[in-house]
């Protein structure tokens, strides 16, 4: 009999996992610009930084997410060594409750912070739609008042602004949970803990209103759905009465704020929560009114949100400017950041109530709305400066080189790989070079450096079509080698300028 043969060992595929994806330096360097200047604006607002670790227990971050069809309720979750369940972020807001109930005679109350990173959800993938994903959120805990989240709402706006982003292509819509539950209580489902299945259904169908329209939100509050790819999503069942009861809180919108939160007092008045609602409402329209922001900021009861935590305001950031989606197809950008109050969060490790409110940005969404707006061009960004080592038996003069470069102020590389000057300038330019900076041994016995301007050169050759023009621009030339650091400066000067 013949012997089996051993099999060779498979190769791990160099493939991303679905849902994932890799960020690369311009994006990199791009979203960290971006969420500089947010975070200046939530700093100049008095918040704080704050970085919390990205595995929780999953006790510690409970089911709150929309998806609970997924396995571990939606969350990325594992069994520790010592039988505690851990699980990977899926927002930022849960894990800033638990370190406000862990640390909470140590902060300020009210405490106020932002944060930045990412967070990951086990969720259907689909286009655009990943499992990690950056948010950035701001957050006021230990507030009561209704106060807190007109600030919020106002300090995102400025946040929109400081990215230039016009104020007319930028509109907060808010909403009140307790309206909603006034609702509810209407149509016989008021009590959240006999009825959670049915009003989780609820909500997520009201929240998919700017995707799947009327009829879509109708048939979710109905028997269900059957989406494009044949997947069934279970409906509420809700009577026909019982949906047009809800279809009417959706639509409740009118051409002002006091109008609305009017015809809402109309829709609630037999509950106990709803006039509640309506009033604080109101009282943020007032505040926002008063500030000026009431061009960016209106009273919206389409506006519910997914996760299941809020009790209170909630508020959305649309951009309401159009694009061309992947279908060819016009459209608004959409909505780009959420949030709002969160009075119970805190509670479910205290005992105590503690009021909480904030909004999280979605980081990638607008960046892709920036690059829709160009205010981030797009085009390459600048790399670093490169020394081409041209004698590989001089390498510490070249890293001396480099060195005086970095301690100048000027981003420096030595190009540490082999081949003739062709490879080198060919990598030059893939780093997207300004710079080449080059020593042969010429160079060196008469004490001199050639620089190649790459980012001039590139110019010249798209623009430049006679001899003389060239001539008049030079992109390369021979410099004392003392001159190093300010002739470099001054080509990078130019091409920045």
Not at 110 to 129: D, I, S, T
Not at 269 to 296: C, F, K, M, N
Not at 327 to 354: C, E, I, N, P, W
Not at 451 to 478: C, F, M, V
Request: with cysteine; aromatic share 6%.
């Amino acid at each position: 009999m013949a012997k089996d043969k051993k099999k060779k060992p498979q190769r791990p595929k160099a493939v991303t996992p679905r849902g994932f994806r890799d960020y690369f330096g311009e994006e990199v360097a791009e979203r960290r610009v971006m969420l500089d200047r947010i975070c200046e604006v939530y700093h100049h607002y008095g918040f704080d930084p704050l970085e919390s670790s990205a595995v929780e227990t999953v006790e510690a971050l409970g089911k709150f997410l929309p998806d609970v069809d997924r396995p571990n309720d939606g969350i990325f979750a594992w069994q520790d060594d010592d039988e505690a369940w851990l699980g990977l972020r899926y927002d930022l807001t849960a894990p800033l409750a638990r370190v406000v109930a862990q640390h909470r005679m140590d902060l300020p109350n009210p405490y106020r912070r932002y944060a930045v990173g990412p967070v990951w959800r086990n969720e259907k993938p689909g286009p655009g739609r990943f499992r990690q994903f950056y948010q950035c959120d701001a957050d006021t805990v230990g507030t009561p008042t209704v106060a807190a989240d007109a600030e919020i709402c106002m300090m995102t706006a400025d946040a929109f602004e400081a990215l230039g982003i016009a104020r007319e292509d930028v509109i907060i819509r808010i909403n009140n949970r307790k309206v909603l539950n006034g609702v509810m209580e209407a149509i016989g489902l008021g009590d959240q803990e006999a009825a959670a299945a049915t009003r989780g259904i609820v909500l997520r169908a009201i929240d998919k209103l700017d995707r799947l329209g009327d009829d879509g939100v109708r048939a979710l509050l109905g028997a269900g759905r059957k989406d494009e790819s044949g997947d069934f999503t279970k409906g509420a069942e809700l009577s026909v009465e019982q949906a047009d009861q809800i279809m009417g809180f959706v639509t409740a919108g009118r051409e002002t704020s006091a109008a609305t939160c009017a015809r809402l007092s109309e829709l609630v008045g037999g509950s106990d929560t709803g006039p509640e609602g309506v009033r604080e409402l109101e009282t943020i329209a007032e505040l926002l009114e008063a500030q000026g922001y009431q061009s960016r900021a209106i009273i919206d009861p389409s506006v519910v949100r997914g996760l299941d935590y809020y009790t209170g305001p909630v508020y959305e950031a649309e951009l309401t400017f159009e694009i061309t989606d992947e279908d060819g197809q016009v459209r608004q950008f959409g909505s780009v950041a959420g949030g709002g109050r969160y009075d119970d969060l805190v509670k479910r490790f205290t005992g105590q109530a503690v009021p909480a409110t904030g909004i999280s940005i979605g980081v990638d969404r607008l960046l892709a709305a920036l690059h829709a707006k160009g205010r981030l061009d797009g085009s390459r960004a600048a790399g670093p400066v490169v020394i081409l080592p041209m004698d590989r038996d001089r390498m510490a003069d070249y890293q001396t080189m480099c060195a005086e470069l970095r301690n100048a102020g000027i981003r420096a590389e030595v190009f540490l790989g082999g081949g003739n000057m062709a490879k080198q300038l060919k990598y030059a330019d893939k780093r997207a070079a300004p710079v080449a900076v080059i020593e042969g041994a010429d160079e060196k016995a008469q004490g001199q450096v050639t620089l190649k301007d790459l980012a001039l050169g590139a110019r010249l050759a798209a623009e430049i079509e006679t001899h003389e023009e060239w001539k008049a621009q030079p992109a390369q030339i021979t410099v004392p080698r003392g001159e190093l650091i300010a002739q470099v400066r001054a080509m990078l000067a130019r091409a920045e300028g």
